[in-house]
């Protein structure tokens, strides 16, 4: 989804797309049609300035903590192809894999801390919005997911993790004892939607569990998932 294809006030789709590139979860194509609408759009500039002027302060919350020798190494080795010595093994903090699970997790949280902390209702209202980050289940696949139910409308990011050629993503609700009942397909794309069916939308706000399936193209043939579920987890009201 470009950022062009969802900025219906409505749907909250803006200040989403704001927080998103301010807490650095956008892959870099569309980063760069952010920063580009952040100079000729006025009224989407303060809303990023809004949610840059809103975490701020989280900062506040991390003490400085010296950086580990190995690090300074690592880096070194990585940018300057300084060899490691001989019969030397691979430390953690050189691997490339540890880096990307945490720069992973640390969007995941850095996303879900600003909604869970700036989208809050006012006090004495219900909760209207829910998140929940779908974690892998034997596979690296990952979303982070904003149900809102005053818009009826669940929004994902996808984090990591490619689907197959010729698979689909579908989402589903889970609840125990019940058969998971299927939201949709999941849409191709780095920050994608789904409306909810009204069916659904007092299993999602009592708290249901979202998972992801591989399924053939168009979704599950049955109407429950037939392949494995490559992601999922609870969602909370913020």
Do not use: C
């Not at 301010?22 to 809004?50: H, Q, W």
């Not at 690592?74 to 010595?85: E, K, N, T």
């Amino acid at each position: 989804m470009s950022p062009a294809d969802d900025n219906s006030p409505d749907q909250g789709g803006d200040d989403i797309l704001a927080a998103e590139y301010v807490v650095g979860v956008l892959p870099a194509d569309e980063r760069r049609d952010v920063a580009a609408r952040i100079e000729r759009d006025p009224g989407f500039a303060r809303l990023v300035d809004g949610w840059e002027v809103r975490l701020s302060p989280l900062a506040a919350a991390y003490p400085e903590v010296a950086v580990p020798p190995a690090v300074k190494a690592a880096i070194d080795r990585r940018l300057f192809a300084v060899p490691a010595p001989t019969g030397a093994r691979p430390s953690l903090w050189s691997s490339l894999v540890f880096w990307r699970s945490l720069a992973a997790a640390a969007m995941v949280l850095a996303a879900a801390v600003a909604v869970a902390y700036f989208v809050a209702p006012p006090s004495g209202q219900s909760a209207q919005r829910y998140v929940a980050s779908l974690a892998p289940q034997q596979s690296d696949v990952h979303y982070f997911v904003v149900y809102d139910a005053r818009t009826q409308d669940i929004g994902l990011s996808h984090v990591t993790g490619a689907r197959p050629e010729g698979r689909d993503f579908e989402l589903w609700v889970m609840e125990p004892g019940k058969d998971p009942v299927s939201v949709g397909v999941i849409p191709v794309g780095q920050s994608v939607h789904l409306a909810v069916a009204k069916a659904l939308r007092d299993r999602i706000a009592a708290g249901a569990v979202f998972a992801i399936s591989l399924e053939p193209p168009g979704g599950s043939p049955t109407g429950q998932p037939t392949g494995p579920v490559v992601a999922s987890g609870d969602l909370h009201n913020v």
